[in-house]
C-alpha cells in the first residue's frame, strides 16, 4: 500500500492525482458564472497554473472552487476567489493580478499602496451633525504572517492565531482595556449581552464563505474581544485572522479613527515584541483573505439618516461621484429600514486609509448638507461634486 | 515558543523562492520545497495541536476517534491523496443531535476504509451493530428469485421500492473527486446504461444541460435530486462544482433510475406503485447485474470486497448499500403504544413519506430496513417482506378489535 505522507494536517493534497488528466478535462464549466475569478480564468491560465501549488499546499482548485460554486448574481460581481496564505497572491498572480486590477478599479501589478494611519492627517471628521448621523463605524482586517489564512488553516494553526492574538489583545490598556469571549466557552448570558451589543458573530451562512472552507471546524478558536467601552472590538478567525473594528455611536468619525489607528497600532506592536508581524507588502498592502480586502482593508462609514436624497434620482451617481457606497443598516446585502442608509467608502486599494476616512467625512457631510436643503424644499443642484 | 517560530518563518521563506523559481522548478523542486515546509509544520503542529474539540459531539466518529488514533493516522494519505482531517470533517463539523447518532465520516476514496481502517472499523461496529470488518465477511446475494411472498395487500401498501448504491474502483468519491474524475465516473456510467433494453431502456438527463420542461417533469415525478443543503453533505465536500457531471437516468416506463454523482457515484432505484417487491426487486437485481456486465465489458468494476461488501462514501451504506421500503397506510398500528417496539423487533425503520428527515402524512408510513451491513440483499428484501406482511397482519387485527403481538427479535447477523 503506497503511502505518502502528508503535506499539510489540512489541505488539498490531491493535486498531483489531478495531473493525471489534461487541462481540459478539469476545466471548470464557468459558461453561467458571473465573477472576477470566471471572467479572467480561460482555459490556457488554468492549464499553465494548475500544476503549482504555495508551499503550505494551496492549490489553483482551492483558490477558485468559492467561485465554481457560486456562479454569482446578474447584477452582482462577487469576487470568486480567495487566498490560503500570503503565498497564494504570488504563486497564482496570473490569476489574481487580473482579478484585483478588476476589482480595485485598474489597479496595476506595478502599482504601490499607500498606508497611512496617522490620524492626525484625518481633517475634520468630529463634526458631523449627530442629528442625522447615528453612528460611526471603521473596520479592517489583519492577518499574522506564517500561518495560512482560514479557507486553509488547521486546527492546531487557527488555535495558534486565537492564543497569540488573545495574548496581544489581554496587554492592551487605558482606553482600550477589554475581554476575550471564546465562542465555545460562552455563557448564555455573555452571548445574550454579545447580541443585545451587536458584537456577536454567528457562523458564516453565506455559501461564498462556506464553499471556500472557512466555516471548518466551528466555532473551534473563534472568539470575540471588546473594550469595557465597548467601542473598540476584535472578531479572531471568522473571515481573516483578524477584524478589527472601532465604533460608537453619533459623528465623531474623528474619534472613532483616532481609536481605529490607536489601536491597530498598539497591537502591531504586541504582536511585534512577540516576534510576529502583519501580512503586509508595498505592493498591496494589508493582505487578506478576499482580494477585495485588500490594501486597506478598510470600511468606513456611518449610519445616517437620509430618507430625501436617497429618493433623489442623482442618488447613485452623488455616491458613485464621491467613491462612497450604500447598504442597509444590517450590513451587506441588507436593505435600508426608515430612510437609515449604512455609507461607506466603496474602494480598499490605492487609497490610504486617511484618504479613504477623509472621503467618508467629507461625502457624509455634503450628504447632509443636501438632505437639509431638500427637507427645505430647496435645489441641490448647486452641491453636485465632481468625481473623486 | 518563539525560537520555533523562527523556524517556520525561515522555512517558509524557502518555500517561497521554490515557488517563485517558476512551474517547472515548482514541479520537480515539489518535493525539496515541501520538505522543508512540511517538516517544520510537523514538528510546530504536533497531532495534538490539532485534535478537534469532540467534547461536544454525538456522532460515532467523536464517540471512536481518541487522541492515540488520530496521532497515529493525522500525517496518513491515501494512494489518492485523502487524509484523515478530510474524511473527519464533516463530523467534526456537526456535532450531531442528542438523540440522533450521526456517522461524522466519509471515506474519499476505497483505500480510505484501508488506510484509515483504525478509526472506520470502530465506526462501522458501533454503525452496524457490532459487525468486525477485521474478521467477519459480508454475503452479497443478488437472486430475486428466492423471494417469498413478496406481494403485499394493496389495500395497505401504496408503493414499492428499493435503492442502493454503486461505486466505480478507480475513481475518488464525492467528497474527493477532483471535476475530471467526476465527468469519468458520469462518462462510464451513461455509456454503460444507454446499453440497458427492452424494459430498462431509458433516457439521462444531465443537470447542466436540462431543458425547463424536463426539470419540471423530473420534478412532478419525483425523481429530481436537488443540491445537497445539509450541513451534513455539504461539509464532507460533496457539493463541490454543483451541478457538474450531475444527473439522472431513468427507463421509459420510469421504475428504473439511476442518481449519478450526487452522495455517491451512483444510486440505482427501483419502484412502482403497488405493493409487488418482488418484481421491484428482480428489476433491481437485473438492472443491477446488467449495468454491472456493461461496465465490466469497458474494463471497469465496482468497488467491492469481501468485508465490507459495496463500497460507498458514508460507512452507514456500506454492504448491500440497500434500503427497501415500502409507503403503507397503518392507521391503527402506527398509533398502538407498541409500534415502536414491533419496529424495532423486526429490524425495520419508520420515516415520513418524503424520506428521511421527514414526518409521516396522515396514517401513511416509509417502512425501510435498519440494517445495511452483514446481510444479503435477500436476507434483507425478505425481512422487510416478512416484516410487512406482519405489520399488515396486525393493522387487519387491530381493525377486527382483536390483539396484537410484538414478534420476538430477529437476529442481527450470523457470527
Not at chain 1, 497564494?88 to 501589478?109: Q, S
Not at chain 1, 466603496?346 to 455634503?366: C, P, Y
Amino acid at each position: 500500500m503506497l503511502q505518502v505522507d502528508a503535506i499539510m494536517p489540512f489541505g488539498n493534497t490531491h493535486n498531483q492525482l489531478k495531473m493525471n488528466y489534461s487541462a481540459e478535462q478539469e476545466y471548470p464549466d464557468l459558461t453561467k458564472h458571473n465573477n472576477h475569478m470566471a471572467k479572467v480564468l480561460t482555459p490556457e491560465m488554468y492549464a499553465n497554473l494548475r500544476d503549482k501549488q504555495t508551499p503550505s499546499g494551496f492549490t489553483l482548485d482551492d483558490v477558485i472552487q468559492t467561485g465554481v460554486d457560486n456562479p454569482g448574481h446578474p447584477f452582482i460581481m462577487t469576487v470568486g476567489c480567495v487566498a490560503g496564505d500570503e503565498e497564494t497572491y504570488d504563486v497564482f498572480k496570473d490569476l489574481l493580478d487580473p482579478v484585483i486590477e478588476d476589482r480595485h478599479g485598474g489597479y496595476k501589478p506595478s502599482d504601490k499602496h499607500k498606508t497611512d494611519l496617522n490620524p492626525d492627517n484625518l481633517k475634520g471628521g468630529d463634526d458631523l451633525d449627530p442629528n442625522y448621523v447615528l453612528s460611526s463605524r471603521v473596520r479592517t482586517g489583519r492577518s499574522i504572517r506564517g500561518f495560512c489564512l482560514p479557507p486553509h488553516c488547521s486546527r492546531g494553526e487557527r488555535r495558534g492565531i486565537e492564543s497569540l492574538s488573545v495574548e496581544a489583545l489581554g496587554a492592551l490598556g487605558g482606553d482600550l482595556k477589554g475581554k476575550y469571549y471564546a465562542l465555545k466557552d460562552m455563557t448564555d448570558d455573555e452571548q445574550q449581552q454579545l447580541i443585545d451589543d451587536h458584537f456577536l458573530f454567528d457562523k458564516p451562512v453565506s455559501p461564498l464563505l462556506l464553499a471556500s472552507g472557512m466555516a471548518r471546524d466551528w466555532p473551534d478558536a473563534r472568539g470575540i474581544w471588546h473594550n469595557n467601552n465597548k467601542t473598540f472590538l476584535v472578531w479572531v478567525n471568522e473571515e481573516d485572522h483578524l477584524r478589527v473594528i472601532s465604533m460608537q455611536k453619533g459623528g465623531n468619525m474623528k474619534e472613532v479613527f483616532n481609536r481605529f489607528c490607536t489601536g491597530l497600532t498598539k497591537i502591531e506592536e504586541l504582536f511585534k515584541a512577540k516576534g510576529h508581524e502583519f501580512m503586509w507588502n508595498e505592493h498591496l498592502g494589508y493582505v487578506l483573505t478576499c482580494p477585495s480586502n485588500l490594501g486597506t482593508g478598510l470600511r468606513g462609514g456611518v449610519h445616517v439618516k437620509l430618507p430625501n436624497v436617497s429618493k433623489h434620482e442623482k442618488f447613485g451617481e452623488i455616491l458613485k461621484r464621491l467613491r462612497l457606497q450604500k447598504r442597509g443598516t444590517g450590513g451587506v446585502d441588507t436593505a435600508a429600514v426608515g430612510g437609515v442608509f449604512d455609507i461607506s467608502n466603496a474602494d480598499r486599494l490605492g487609497f490610504s486609509e486617511v484618504e479613504l476616512v477623509q472621503m467618508v467625512v467629507d461625502g457624509v457631510k455634503l450628504l447632509v448638507e443636501m438632505e437639509k436643503r431638500l427637507e427645505a424644499g430647496q435645489s441641490i443642484d448647486g452641491l453636485m461634486p465632481e468625481q473623486k | 515558543m518563539a525560537g520555533s517560530f523562527a523556524k517556520v518563518m525561515s522555512g517558509r521563506t524557502t518555500g517561497l523562492l521554490m515557488a517563485s523559481l517558476g512551474a517547472s522548478a515548482v514541479a520537480t523542486g515539489y518535493l525539496l520545497s515541501d520538505t522543508v515546509a512540511a517538516d517544520e509544520k510537523r514538528k510546530l503542529y504536533p497531532p495534538s495541536a490539532d485534535f478537534p474539540d469532540l467534547r461536544k459531539h454525538n456522532n460515532c466518529m467523536a464517540s471512536a476517534l481518541t487522541p492515540a488514533i488520530y496521532a497515529k493516522l493525522r500525517d496518513k494519505l491515501t494512494p489518492n491523496n485523502w487524509s484523515l482531517d478530510q474524511c473527519i470533517q464533516t463530523g467534526v463539523d456537526n456535532p450531531g443531535h442528542p438523540f440522533i447518532k450521526t456517522v461524522g465520516m466519509v471515506a474519499g476514496d476505497e483505500e480510505s476504509y484501508e488506510v484509515f481502517a483504525e478509526i472506520f472499523d470502530p465506526v462501522i461496529k458501533d454503525r452496524h451493530n457490532g459487525y468486525d470488518p477485521k474478521i467477519m465477511k459480508h454475503p452479497t446475494d443478488l437472486d430475486a428469485s428466492k423471494i417469498t411472498s413478496g406481494m403485499f395487500d394493496e389495500n395497505y401498501v401504496l408503493s414499492s421500492r428499493v435503492r442502493t448504491g454503486r461505486s466505480i474502483r478507480g475513481l475518488s468519491l464525492p467528497p474527493a473527486c477532483s471535476r475530471a474524475e467526476r465527468r469519468e465516473v458520469e462518462r462510464v456510467v451513461v455509456q454503460a446504461l444507454a446499453g440497458l433494453k427492452e424494459d430498462l431502456a431509458g433516457r439521462y438527463y444531465s443537470l447542466t444541460e436540462m431543458t425547463e420542461q424536463e426539470q419540471q417533469r423530473l420534478i412532478d415525478d419525483h425523481f429530481l435530486f436537488d443540491k445537497p443543503v445539509s450541513p451534513l453533505l455539504t461539509c464532507a465536500f460533496m457539493a463541490r462544482d454543483w451541478p457538474d457531471a450531475r444527473g439522472i437516468w431513468h427507463n421509459n416506463e420510469k421504475t428504473f433510475l439511476i442518481w449519478i454523482n450526487e452522495e455517491d457515484h451512483t444510486r440505482v432505484i427501483s419502484m412502482e406503485k403497488g405493493g409487488n417487491m418482488k418484481r421491484v426487486f428482480e428489476r433491481f437485481c437485473r438492472g443491477l447485474k446488467q449495468v454491472e456486465t456493461l461496465i465490466q465489458e469497458r474494463g471497469w468494476e465496482f468497488m467491492w470486497n469481501e468485508h465490507l461488501g459495496y463500497v460507498l462514501t458514508c460507512p452507514s451504506n456500506l454492504g448491500t448499500g440497500l434500503r427497501a421500503g415500502v409507503h403503507v397506510r397503518l392507521p391503527k398500528l402506527s398509533k398502538d403504544p407498541r409500534f415502536s417496539k414491533i419496529l424495532d423487533n423486526l429490524r425495520l425503520q419508520k420515516r415520513g413519506t418524503g424520506g428521511v428527515d421527514t414526518a409521516a402524512v396522515g396514517d401513511t408510513f416509509d417502512i425501510s430496513n435498519l440494517d445495511r451491513l452483514g446481510k444479503s440483499e435477500v436476507e434483507l428484501v425478505q425481512l422487510v417482506v416478512d416484516g410487512v406482511n406482519y405489520l399488515i397482519e396486525c393493522e387487519k387485527k387491530l381493525e377486527k378489535g382483536q390483539d396484537i403481538k410484538i414478534p420476538a427479535p430477529i437476529q442481527q447477523f450470523k457470527k
